[in-house]
């Protein structure tokens, strides 16, 4: 989408045939850089949606609603105050700037009639939206902006308000063809698509390449081709005229907008999610790790448990010859295997005490290697359940799947830093995400997108007699095939094709020679306390299939 000084001319000539004379009567502020107005107009309620985000910043009509924050922002309460309604007399713009005047008619609070304008200024990083009384002073802004915070001119309540300058010319003072080429005698031979953007204002570069590819011509600066801009740019300000003369509203490029910028701004969310998700999990699956690090240290530690053992046994069999002495260090002979063993001794305790001292050491040790073992057996379950849920997020392809995703995490997840959580606006939106479903020579098919799917699939969804399949090892999805009563038993080519499904939603799913288990749904468990999508299951065959990918 080229939202440039055209772009937005078109739009605002679609909205005065829609929105002139119309009553403001809702004002909402989504997000710090969102505005939403709502008309009625000619019977008719509009939704004007206004961005100044830096990466896309837009003004249009919008049929889509947005989450209003609960307690609303100051300008919020401010153009309420001042807006709420008024009619929408005008709506204009200065040649091709992406500044909009939206200007309100209506009565102050001593019933006399006043105006009032709303500045829409679409200027990247520089886009604003300002509220002006009838002397053209600024009441408020939706950013405040100074001169000595390095911006080019005061955008402060109280001030006069002033256009933003430019060095570049309008394009519309161009009245000649002949003037118009002889503005870039000294550009001859130069790209057209950087001239024109650097001379004219309101005119990007986009704009000049989607009429030289539309024209077929090429991006250079003669004669020929400037008067050929010239007459499609006419043809384009000749378009915009009957728009605006239109008896009828025309919406067209509003609505095109509309949907453009919903499906960024929702990839755009999507993509801020799942990275959010994945830097999560990344820090869940660090600590873990290192925990699990901890614990096999540890247990290097109690690998001694059985030398300490065999300690205290020799020194409490050999307690008779040296009863009295305080030794450093004795040797003994190992009935085990009769050899010679040196065992380190505290001279400073008996020989007794010492044997105490290792049977101690001993038991500690062997408690702590039981605990342990525990421990690492739980972390390693951890470990699979945090790298299960990874392979779900790099899979989840909607924010709808995301959203499922995240939930699981907020219920199963020990490690997950609240603080670090993604947006809640993120995850407001939502609705119920349905399995994946085949038909597999006949038989219907069913795959789980994340932990809880599997789990319903598996454990509610599908009947005793159903086939279960997943990679053997491998993080996947539970892949069901369902055998309907009366039904004959499916045949080997069928299990290898739904062997297949498994294998092409898995982590193999790149790999040549993927091994896929696989049993009916009697023979799958689910263990007590077992993180989603955790299951055992018995009585299994094991199929190696080439994931055909397409």
Known sequence: MIFDGICLRKIVAELRTALIGGK????????????????????????????IASDCYHLNLTTRSKPNPLKASNFCMLLRKHLIGF??????????????????????????????????????????????NDNQTIIDSLRHLDIDSGSMRDILPAHPYTMPSSSKQSILACKDIQAFIQLFEKEQGKPLDQVIPAFFTGI?????????????????????????????????????????????PILTLNFACDDFYAEKEEKQIYESFRSNLIRLVSEDLKKVRKKLEHMEEKLKE????????????????????????????ITLSNYYNNEEITIPLEDRYSLADNAKRYFKKYTKLKN?????????????????????????????NTLEDLTNIYEEMESNLVY??????????????????????????????????????????????????????????????????????????????????????????????????????????KYVKKPSGAKPGMVIYTNYKTIYVTNELK
């Open 87 to 132: 009619h929408l007399e005008k709506i204009e713009m200065k040649d091709l700037e992406r500044i909009v005047f939206f200007r309100f008619t209506g009565y102050n609070e001593m019933n006399d009639p006043t105006s009032k304008t709303l500045v829409v200024e679409l200027m990247g990083k520089h886009s604003n939206v300002l509220l002006l």
């Open 204 to 248: 990007s570069k986009n704009y000049v390449q989607a009429f030289l590819n539309e024209k077929q011509l090429s991006n250079e600066v003669t004669p020929e081709i400037l008067q050929a801009f010239y007459q499609f740019f006419q043809e384009e300000l000749e378009k915009i005229h009957v728009t605006e003369t239109s008896s009828t």
């Open 302 to 329: 109690c690998d001694s448990m059985e030398k300490y053992k065999l300690y205290g046994e020799l020194l409490t069999a050999n307690l008779y010859q040296y009863k009295t002495e305080r030794l450093s260090e």
């Open 368 to 396: 702590a290697f039981e605990i342990v073992q525990k421990q690492k057996k739980e972390t390693l379950q951890e470990l699979d359940y945090l790298g299960s849920i990874l392979y779900e997020i790099e899979e989840a």
């Open 416 to 521: 997950q830093s609240k603080k670090s959580a993604p947006s809640k606006y993120t995850i407001k939106e939502k609705s119920s995400s349905s399995y994946l479903s085949f038909t597999i020579d006949g038989y219907p098919v069913y795959v789980g997108k994340n932990n809880l799917q599997n789990d319903e699939l598996t454990l509610k969804v599908a009947r005793k007699t159903d086939y279960w399949f997943h990679t053997k090892e491998i993080h996947g999805s539970h892949v069901i095939l369902r055998v309907e009563s009366g039904k004959p038993e499916p045949s080997m080519d069928t299990l290898v094709k739904c062997a297949k499904l498994a294998a092409k939603y898995s982590k193999a799913r790149y790999s040549s020679s993927v091994p896929v288990d696989y049993t009916q749904v």
């Open 24 to 51: 403001l009567n809702k004002v909402f502020v989504p997000s710090k850089n969102e505005l939403l107005l709502s008309f009625y107009s000619h019977g008719l309620q509009y939704a004007l949606a206004i961005s």
